[in-house]
């Protein structure tokens, strides 16, 4: 869900640990992926990792086979949030096989013919060590 950075500095002051997804850093894949512009996402982790609350804020990326799960996407969105926060928060999760009973629920369609299995552990470190290769220096794996 997208939320005005207006509306995210009227509750910032009342949250003690913000968890924002950063999905899919190109704007042109983010738009196809999800139909909608990463601009006011990119404008909101900015805010975040800019103020008093900085410390406060986990920054993650779900693995999404053939849409997160990237070198380029991994690397591209270190770069971003370590550039604003070089302490940044940065979690990267496991692609996560039960999401597919999930959509039906909001009225969508599955992404996939057959749902992928979760990565590796290896798999996982390869990202963790993209993100930091990127910058990013406090990294969270879920295997």
Known sequence: ??????????VLPHLN??????????????INATKVSSKI???NLEYLLT???KNCVTIRTPMIPEFTATE????????????????????????NPL??????LVG????????PKRFTKEQMKNFAKIAEK??????FIDE
Not at 1 to 10: A, G, R
């Open 134 to 139: 990127n910058g990013v220096k406090n990294i």
């Open 51 to 53: 103020s008093e609350k």
């Open 108 to 115: 969508r369609e599955f992404c996939f013919k057959e749902n």
């Open 72 to 95: 380029k996407n991994v690397a591209e969105i270190a770069k971003f949030i370590s550039g604003i926060y070089p302490e940044v928060h940065y979690e990267i999760l496991n692609y």
């Open 17 to 30: 640990h913000i968890f924002a997804d950063c999905k899919i850093f190109d704007e042109d894949e983010h």
């Open 41 to 43: 996402i990119k404008k």
């Open 99 to 104: 999401a597919s009973a999930k959509y039906h």
């Open 1 to 10: 869900m997208l939320v005005s950075t207006e509306n995210l500095k009227k």
